[in-house]
């Protein structure tokens, strides 16, 4: 005896079998794997390293692994999820979707997440190369600390948040006074000024090792990179 199906139903079913196969082309059948097995009650790492997926960084709240085949990668947390939960967080994937990297699915308790790869920046000067409007001379002097930078967007912080602007002038370069005119015309120093105060981030963090580039349609992107660096 034939089952009838109710025009909704087959459309239903049609519907969840397209959006199947549009995520195996987008996000590859080796996440999805991984994300059924997880569903299933299989711990995440443990799923992770069967896949013989690769382990390409770890740090003190999370572990690194490459989705092979695609340029995702999976943050699995150790034991705290909290920054797995901050990086996934709404207003951080729409509002500064531009200066950190996009979530594409998470765990339900968010002990996962999907991101895009992204490429570390490890050296000061690739990373003063994203603020050319600090010029020659005070991109050569802090090509050796980025302490100026992070005193400059400390200050600048402060005065979004409409606190006491003043600064102590210890250990301040000659001339800092210019170097932060010249960084508040730079588009991206003011994204990660505001995004610093919205999310109270310690700028001493903003650090090569903790930022990096994800190409995004063959333009490149300044992000920051470890959800750590987010207070609780």
């Known amino acids: 005896m034939l089952m009838k199906i109710s025009r909704a139903t087959l459309r239903r079913l049609i519907k969840e079998e397209l959006n199947l196969l549009e995520s195996i082309d987008f996000f590859g059948s080796e996440f999805l794997e991984f994300k059924n097995l997880v569903e299933e009650g299989e711990n995440p790492e443990s799923v992770a390293k069967t896949l013989g ?21 999976l943050q699995i947390s150790k034991d705290d999820n909290f920054y797995n939960k901050v990086e996934a967080n709404n207003s951080m994937n729409t509002k500064y ?8 699915d998470a765990a339900d308790d968010f002990s996962w997440i999907l991101s895009e790869r992204v490429r570390v920046i490890t050296d000061y000067i690739e990373f003063l190369d994203w603020f050319p409007e600090t010029g020659y001379k005070f991109k050569n002097t802090l090509s050796s600390s980025l302490r100026p930078f992070w005193q400059a967007l400390k200050l600048s912080v402060r005065k979004l948040n409409k606190k006491d602007e003043t600064y102590s002038q210890e250990n301040l370069i000659s001339g800092f006074g210019k170097l932060v005119k010249k960084l508040n015309k730079s588009i991206l120093f003011n994204r990660i000024v505001s995004a610093s105060a919205e999310f109270d981030i310690d700028v001493e ?10 190409t995004r349609d063959e333009k490149d992107y300044f992000v920051i990179l470890d959800a750590s660096i987010f207070k609780k």
């Open 53 to 73: 997926f690769p382990r390409i960084g770890s740090g003190a709240f999370r572990v690194v692994y490459g989705i092979p085949n695609s340029d995702f990668t």
């Open 97 to 104: 979707s531009d200066i950190f990297p996009k979530v594409f």
């Open 205 to 214: 963090d903003i650090d090569i090792g903790n930022v990096g580039v994800a």
